[in-house]
C-alpha cells in the first residue's frame, strides 16, 4: 500500500521556492490523499538542453503513469539537494529519485530516507558510496564509455598520421560523474599514442556560456589547437562561438567532439561545426516511473539499468534531425 501523508512538519527544511510541484501536488506541501504514489524528484538544475530534456521526460513519464511528481530544481548546488531531498523525507513521499549534482558527500542524507523506510532511486548521475544499500537502483549511462567512445574516434581520425595532436578539453561540473568519467574514459583512450597531447583541461560547468568563456581563453593562451573535447553539446556550442569571433572555423580548423546529441548539437553536427557527437539520452522518465512502481511494492528491481545510447558523424546527424524529439 502506498503511503498516506500526514501533515509534513516542514519547519525551516523546506526551500518552498525551490520547489514546484507537478501533477496535481498539493499546496500545502504535505502528500497524497488519493492513494497516488508520490514521488519526490530532486533535479540537478537547467544547466543544459539535456537537463531541460530530462525534466520533461520525468514529469511527462510521472503525469502519464499516475504519479504525483514533487520537483525540485537544485540550480547545481548539492546543498540545495540535501535539503530538497530532507524535505520529501518530511513529506513522507512514498520514493525519492534524484540526479546527484557530485558524487561525493551523500552518506548522511541517504540514510535519514532509508530510517525513515523511503526508497531512493538514482537518476542519470551515481553517487560514490560504498553502502550500495543506500539506494534501491541506479538508470543512466556509462559515462566511462562515453569517453572511451569520444576518444576512439579521435584516435581513428588521426590514424597514419605522426604530428602531435593538441586538445583542449572543456569538463563538465567539477566532481560529477559525468565529468570524472568522461575525462577518465577519454584520458584512457589517447594515453596509448604519445602524439595526443591534452594541452588545457578545464570546467565550463555544463553551461554555453561558461564554454564560451573558457574557450576564449583556451584560445588566447595557445596558438595552436586542434582538437576540442567538450563534455556536452551545451559547452561545445558555447565554444563554437568563441572560435568563430576568434576568426577560426569550427570544425575545419579545430575538430569538436562533444557528448549528448541534443537537437542544437546535432543541428551543429549536420552543418559541420561539430564532427563527432557521442549520444547520452536524457529520456529516462518512462523506465524511472516504472522502476519506482516496483521498489515501492516491494518487488525486486536490478542494482543497475543501463541507458542504450550510439554515437553520430555528421551525416548520421543529417539523416536523424527531422525526427529527433529533443
Ligand atoms: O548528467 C548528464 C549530463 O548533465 C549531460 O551530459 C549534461 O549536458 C548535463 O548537464
Not at 542519470?124 to 549511462?141: E, N, Q
Not at 562533444?258 to 518512462?286: Q, R, Y
Request: aromatic share 6%; with cysteine.
Amino acid at each position: 500500500m502506498f503511503r498516506k501523508v500526514a501533515t509534513a512538519a516542514l519547519g525551516g527544511l523546506l526551500v518552498a521556492a525551490a520547489l514546484t510541484a507537478c501533477g496535481g501536488a498539493d499546496e500545502s506541501g504535505s502528500g497524497n490523499d488519493d492513494g497516488k504514489l508520490t514521488m519526490g524528484f530532486a533535479q540537478v538544475g537547467a544547466e543544459s538542453g539535456w537537463r531541460t530534456a530530462n525534466t520533461k521526460s520525468v514529469q511527462e513519464a510521472a503525469a502519464a503513469a499516475g504519479i504525483e511528481l514533487k520537483f525540485s530544481d537544485a540550480q547545481q548546488k548539492q546543498e540545495n539537494q540535501i535539503k530538497a531531498i530532507r524535505s520529501y523525507i518530511a513529506q513522507k513521499v512514498d520514493v525519492i529519485a534524484f540526479s546527484p549534482v557530485v558524487e561525493t558527500g551523500w552518506d548522511q542524507v541517504l540514510k535519514e530516507a532509508k530510517d525513515a523506510k523511503i526508497p531512493v532511486i538514482l537518476t542519470d548521475r551515481a553517487v560514490d558510496s560504498k553502502d550500495t544499500s543506500l539506494y534501491k537502483t541506479f538508470i543512466g549511462s556509462d559515462f566511462v564509455l562515453e569517453g572511451k567512445k569520444a576518444g576512439e574516434w579521435l584516435v581513428k581520425e588521426y590514424q597514419g598520421k605522426s604530428d602531435t595532436v593538441n586538445i583542449v578539453e572543456l569538463q563538465g561540473t567539477t566532481g560529477s560523474a559525468p565529468a570524472n568519467d568522461r575525462k577518465s574514459g577519454f584520458a584512457d583512450v589517447i594515453k596509448a599514442d604519445p602524439k595526443f597531447k591534452v594541452i588545457a583541461s578545464q570546467t565550463g560547468e555544463f553551461t554555453r556560456a561558461k564554454g564560451k568563456e573558457v574557450m576564449e581563453a583556451f584560445l588566447k593562451a595557445n596558438p595552436k589547437i586542434d582538437v576540442l573535447y567538450a563534455h556536452n553539446d551545451d559547452m561545445g556550442l558555447g565554444a563554437i562561438e568563441a572560435i568563430e569571433a576568434a576568426g577560426k572555423k569550427p570544425g575545419v580548423d579545430i575538430k569538436i567532439i562533444t557528448v549528448d546529441a541534443v537537437k542544437d548539437g546535432m543541428t551543429a553536427l549536420a552543418a559541420g561545426k561539430i564532427n563527432f557527437i557521442v549520444e547520452c539520452s536524457p529520456l529516462l522518465g518512462p523506465q524511472l516511473m516504472d522502476l519506482a512502481k516496483k521498489v515501492v511494492a516491494g518487488e525486486t528491481v536490478p542494482q543497475r539499468v543501463l541507458t542504450e545510447e550510439t554515437t553520430f558523424t555528421p551525416e548520421q546527424a543529417k539523416a536523424v534531425l527531422p525526427e529527433r524529439k529533443y
